[in-house]
């Protein structure tokens, strides 16, 4: 059986306001969300967003890239290339 994700791509230019978090915190799931590739990520505690579980590649300079996925999601063969400039992962059928 095949299925459908909703996938969005986001450069959120850090992660280290607490506002941007409550904005990524808001969107994910009011968009409902199920898989995010986020770009300049800044902050390495995306665990507080409710829902969603996070795969961190963490540059040389402190800024990286993320996946966030729904929980219940399967993932598996997470690539994270130096410097932290990309990050792939193979999403399973559930």
């Known amino acids: 059986m095949n ?11 850090a992660t280290s306001s607490p506002m941007k978090v ?3 915190t ?3 799931p009011g968009q409902d969300i199920d898989i995010a590739l986020l770009q300049e ?4 505690d995306l665990s ?3 829902g969603y579980s996070a795969h961190i590649n963490e540059g040389t300079e402190t800024r ?3 996946i966030l996925m729904k929980e219940g999601l ?3 063969n997470i690539k994270k290339p130096p410097p932290g400039r990309g990050i792939a992962a193979l999403f ?3």
């Open 3 to 13: 299925f459908t994700y909703k996938i969005a791509t986001l450069n959120i230019n």
């Open 22 to 24: 409550k904005m990524l």
């Open 26 to 28: 808001n969107f994910l």
């Open 41 to 44: 990520v800044a902050n390495n």
């Open 48 to 50: 507080n967003i409710y």
């Open 64 to 66: 990286g890239t993320a």
């Open 74 to 76: 399967s993932v598996n």
């Open 92 to 94: 399973e059928d559930n």
